[in-house]
């Protein structure tokens, strides 16, 4: 791609470039703490464009040869991002929270109970821990939920109370909008709803912060309304790949849990929590075609479930952490299609009251919706 070009970028294909291609930075200890491994958006960096904030890859491999450059403050403490060394405007880091710097009761970091995703997102792994995660043969292959908690940055169990603790102060402190709590699936048919019922009420009990919970289907459909109850207000369901093969090859463990069974309990938490306020996680770029994907998208969308699809990062410490991310013209031909799809069915991310559409930092699939007329 030509520099001229490259300056022409529309938002939407810039932010799904940064995303394809993650930045290298002149100091990347500035800002917002980015994380090594871990659940979520690990080895990324929160970075503000055009009013729109979006989750970098930084310390993935790709990043290191990426053609994106984000530079150091000015004097008045303006920064500028470039790209094969030609300008491409102002961006900024959110700051480092302020709740950071607190300790529970109990004497643990905040940081460790929860940490900033995008903007004014609390997110937290209520467990650190999986059943597969310890078995290469049924563990998801991109997953480095382990990573983090063996380097001590976080604690395996959150409990009710610290999280509630942590949630009131990051909504005094820092202006949380929104949280999401996700668990690595426990031994036990509820897949961890059960822990994420009792996180969310103790949390909804403290302050009043729309929560979103994931976890994998559970056993009984009756969760949906005991999680509803307890204050959750959207849930996810994350599939991560849309076909079989993939699936088998991706996520051994997590694959045997048949897409029968994730589109039942989509069926029967969409009348519980309303159309938009269920949704999926889709991860391109892991073998799925786009028409795969998009044709997945078309069904879920038919039901009220939310595709949130994102790129393919590599996290370090896991088996694909040298597998490519996927081309921003492979995204771009998803994330068009996908974003009229969610605008003609009234079921955009701004419509979504909690949780990873909502925030939209890991894709450029918001800002591709806000391009299309409703």
């Given at each position: 791609?030509?520099?001229?070009?490259?300056?022409?970028?529309?938002?939407?294909?810039?932010?799904?470039?940064?995303?394809?291609?993650?930045?290298?930075?002149?100091?990347?200890?500035?800002?917002?703490?980015?994380?090594?491994?871990?659940?979520?958006?690990?080895?990324?960096?929160?970075?503000?464009?055009?009013?729109?904030?979006?989750?970098?890859?930084?310390?993935?491999?790709?990043?290191?040869?990426?053609?994106?450059?984000?530079?150091?403050?000015?004097?008045?403490?303006?920064?500028?991002?470039?790209?094969?060394?030609?300008?491409?405007?102002?961006?900024?880091?959110?700051?480092?929270?302020?709740?950071?710097?607190?300790?529970?009761?109990?004497?643990?970091?905040?940081?460790?109970?929860?940490?900033?995703?995008?903007?004014?997102?609390?997110?937290?792994?209520?467990?650190?821990?999986?059943?597969?995660y310890q078995s290469r043969e049924k563990t998801c292959q991109f997953c480095a939920i382990g990573e983090s908690l063996a380097a001590g940055r976080t604690i395996e169990r959150k409990t009710p109370a610290q999280l509630a603790e942590v949630?009131?102060?990051?909504?005094?402190?820092?202006?949380?909008?929104?949280?999401v709590m996700t668990t690595g699936t426990p031994p036990g048919k509820d897949r961890g709803a059960a822990i994420l019922a009792e996180s969310a009420a103790a949390v909804k009990a403290a302050v009043d912060l729309p929560i979103q919970a994931q976890c994998e289907p559970p056993d009984d459909d009756a969760w949906f309304g005991r999680l509803k109850e307890s204050g959750v207000d959207a849930l996810g369901m994350h599939l991560e790949a849309v076909t079989p093969e993939v699936r088998a090859r991706i996520m051994p463990g997590k694959a045997q849990v048949p897409l029968e069974r994730y589109f039942s309990a989509f069926?029967?938490?969409?009348?519980?929590?309303?159309?938009?306020?269920?949704?999926?996680?889709?991860?391109?770029?892991?073998?799925?075609?786009?028409?795969?994907?998009?044709?997945?998208?078309?069904?879920?969308?038919?039901?009220?479930?939310?595709?949130?699809?994102?790129?393919?990062?590599?996290?370090?410490?896991?088996?694909?952490?040298?597998?490519?991310?996927?081309?921003?013209?492979?995204m771009h031909g998803i994330l068009g299609p996908l974003a009229r799809m969610l605008v003609q069915a009234g079921m955009t991310a701004e419509t979504v009251k909690a949780g990873c559409a909502k925030c939209g930092a890991c894709s450029a699939l918001s800002t591709y919706e806000r391009r299309i007329p409703a």
């Open positions: 791609m030509s520099q001229t070009m490259t300056r022409s970028l529309p938002t939407a294909q810039l932010l799904n470039e940064l995303q394809s291609f993650g930045a290298r930075m002149t100091d990347p200890t500035a800002g917002a703490a980015s994380r090594l491994g871990g659940a979520g958006p690990s080895d990324h960096k929160a970075i503000t464009i055009d009013g729109v904030t979006i989750m970098v890859p930084v310390h993935t491999q790709p990043a290191a040869a990426s053609p994106y450059l984000v530079g150091s403050p000015d004097a008045h403490g303006a920064r500028r991002i470039s790209r094969n060394g030609v300008d491409m405007g102002a961006i900024s880091l959110p700051a480092r929270p302020r709740f950071y710097d607190l300790t529970t009761a109990d004497g643990i970091q905040y940081s460790k109970i929860a940490v900033l995703h995008g903007a004014d997102v609390l997110a937290t792994t209520v467990l650190q821990s999986c059943v597969r949630a009131k102060a990051a909504v005094e402190l820092d202006g949380v909008k929104h949280m069926e029967a938490a969409v009348p519980v929590f309303g159309r938009g306020q269920v949704s999926t996680y889709i991860l391109a770029g892991l073998g799925d075609t786009a028409e795969a994907i998009l044709d997945m998208a078309a069904r879920l969308v038919a039901i009220g479930v939310y595709p949130f699809v994102v790129p393919f990062v590599p996290v370090s410490g896991t088996p694909l952490a040298g597998h490519p991310s996927p081309a921003p013209d492979f």
